[in-house]
Every structure is written in C-alpha cells, then in structure tokens.
C-alpha cells in the first residue's frame, strides 16, 4: 500500500501496487481422512510442516487443544472459517497433500497471510474478503491487490471492499527504492492501535484522499516527493507517530515514505543507486527497485 494506510479504513481511497512476489498452494490427493501440510520459503526449505485430520477442521476446538505453534492455530482458523462459508468445503474423506511455495523471506511482509487466505478461499470457492473479515480483520486491500496484475485504488464503501486498476505513468520509477527495515511489522497491532483512538480528525483524513489523486497523476520526482512528504506528515499527526525519517533518517537528503503499518517491513524511498550507500551503512542491505518490486 503505498498510499492511504490506517485511514483507508475510514473509507479513504488508498493507492496498492501488487508485486511481483507472491505464493502459491498446491493440492494433492492424499491418506484418507488425512492432511499433510508442507509450507516452503523462498529458498525451497520448510519452515512449517504438520498433519492433521479433517476432523480436527470440522469439529469445534478447545483453545490451545492441539498446539502452542502460532501458525497452525492460525491455519485452522482460516481452514474452519472457509468451511462456515462454505459448508462442502473439505465435506469428503479424500485426504490431501498442501504445499505452499513462498517467492520473497517471509519477514519481507508482502502479504504472506493475505495470500495464504486469498489461495485458500480459491480452494474452498469462497469469497476472500469475507475470509479475511472472519480471520485477519485487516482493510481488505491485500486480499484485493493479490487479485490484481496492475495498480489499484482501493476503497471501503459502507463496510464493502472496491477496487478498480488505474495506470501510473511515472518516469521516475528509476529513482524509486524499497529499502527494508529489518524487521516485520504486525498489522494487526497496528489496526488495532488505530481503531483505539476515540476521535479521528476527519479534515485530515479527507486530505490523504485528495494526495493519493496527486500521487498518481504527478509527472515529476520534485512533486512526487513534495506529495509523500505531506502525506507522511498528515498520518503522522493522525496516528499520533513520528514519521520513519524523522525517527532514523533525519540527515537522509531523499524522501521517504512509510508503507502499510508504520514501524517495519518496507519503506518507499527517493534517490539513486550510489545514494542506496546510505542505507547499506546503516546495515539495510535489502534494497529493491521500483521496478524489480511491482508487477
């Protein structure tokens, strides 16, 4: 999300741009009764693999019954949520064999779960907001950009998801960085967070909606960088949080600009190749370009 982040919850047009990173599910058949599933980082290697039987999915589970492991209590949640959606979802004793194949390191935040739960509701024939809705309670924009090839505007209209593809035509994509700040944000934290503040200043937030329109159709790097300078410090004052430069990288002659949750994962940054130098010295070796990053 480039554009639009916690306020896009307030019905906000938010700019999202998919990457070319993303992960894939596959399915087949298997024992009885029985699931196997194998889950594989970028560098083929498992890093979460369990077997369970479909009657652990379909019949209602005592907190902390079968595991401590975060992950797989989170992968029943989602499995039990789509099959209350879906009710012949996993309704046969055909068993199956999951693998899952990650493109990026899954502390990149670039939608692990989101697609996970998108590749999943393909599976139960579900719609996956309303998977999320039951499972991640996020904005839903993920869900909607890992059903896109090319940028969108999205937006919440009376608690439903929208989105529609637009063109950018920027000319300065060459001078555009990721830069990653070496640690993973939890969005859900920062939903909440959000959600906590009892007053939201709707003039401010009114404001986000008309630089996302700014953003996309600036045609200079002076004006893009002027436009997400404003729009970091308008969230900032929204969100009651320093911006990501004033807090680590005051002295940076570039600008940048926080994506999704503020506090980790990716930032957006201006500059060139030489200028990445600042960072790597820092010790933020994971630097892609624009147009590396997005499809």
């Known amino acids: 999300m480039l554009t639009g982040e916690y306020?896009?919850?307030?019905?906000?047009?938010?700019?999202a741009i998919p990457t070319r990173y993303g992960q894939s599910?596959?399915?087949?058949?298997f024992e009885i009764g029985k699931i196997v599933w194998e889950s594989l980082d970028e560098k083929g290697e498992v890093w979460f693999k369990a077997r369970f039987s479909l009657n652990e999915i379909v019949r209602p589970q005592i907190p902390g019954e079968h595991t401590n492991n975060e992950f797989k209590n989170r992968l029943f949640q989602i499995l039990r949520a789509a099959?209350?959606?879906?009710?012949?979802?996993?309704?046969?004793?055909?068993?199956?064999?999951?693998?899952?194949?990650?493109?990026?390191?899954?502390?990149?935040?670039?939608?692990?779960?989101s697609t996970l739960i998108n590749n999943i509701a393909n599976w139960a024939k579900v719609d996956a907001f309303k998977l999320s809705a039951k499972t991640f309670k996020g904005s839903g924009y993920d869900i909607a950009?890992?059903?896109?090839?090319?940028?969108?505007?999205?937006?919440?209209?009376?608690g439903e998801p929208f989105s529609k593809e637009i063109d950018i035509s920027w000319r300065f994509t060459d001078q555009l960085f990721f830069v990653h700040l070496?640690?993973?944000q939890n969005s859900r934290a920062g939903i909440?967070?959000?959600h906590s503040k009892p007053k939201k200043n709707t003039k401010l937030i009114s404001e986000i909606s008309q630089l996302t329109s700014k953003i996309i159709n600036c045609t200079?790097?002076?004006?893009?960088?002027?436009?997400?300078?404003?729009?970091?410090?308008?969230?900032?004052?929204?969100?009651?949080?320093d911006s990501v430069k004033k807090l680590f990288f005051q002295d940076y002659s570039g600008s940048i600009k926080s994506l999704g949750a503020w506090g980790g994962d990716f930032i957006l940054v201006t500059g060139d190749e030489i200028g990445m130098d600042y960072f790597r010295k820092k010790g933020y070796e994971t630097i892609i370009p624009f147009n590396e990053m997005v499809k």
């Open 192 to 194: 909440e967070q959000y």
């Open 182 to 184: 070496n640690k993973k």
């Open 220 to 241: 200079t790097l002076l004006d893009f960088e002027s436009l997400i300078t404003e729009h970091e410090e308008i969230i900032s004052k929204i969100i009651e949080q």
């Open 7 to 15: 306020v896009v919850l307030d019905g906000v047009e938010a700019l």
């Open 25 to 29: 599910l596959s399915i087949e058949p």
């Open 83 to 113: 099959k209350k959606l879906n009710p012949e979802f996993l309704n046969t004793n055909t068993g199956y064999r999951i693998t899952t194949k990650l493109d990026f390191p899954r502390d990149w935040g670039l939608g692990s779960s």
């Open 145 to 158: 950009a890992a059903q896109h090839n090319n940028p969108i505007l999205y937006f919440i209209l009376k």
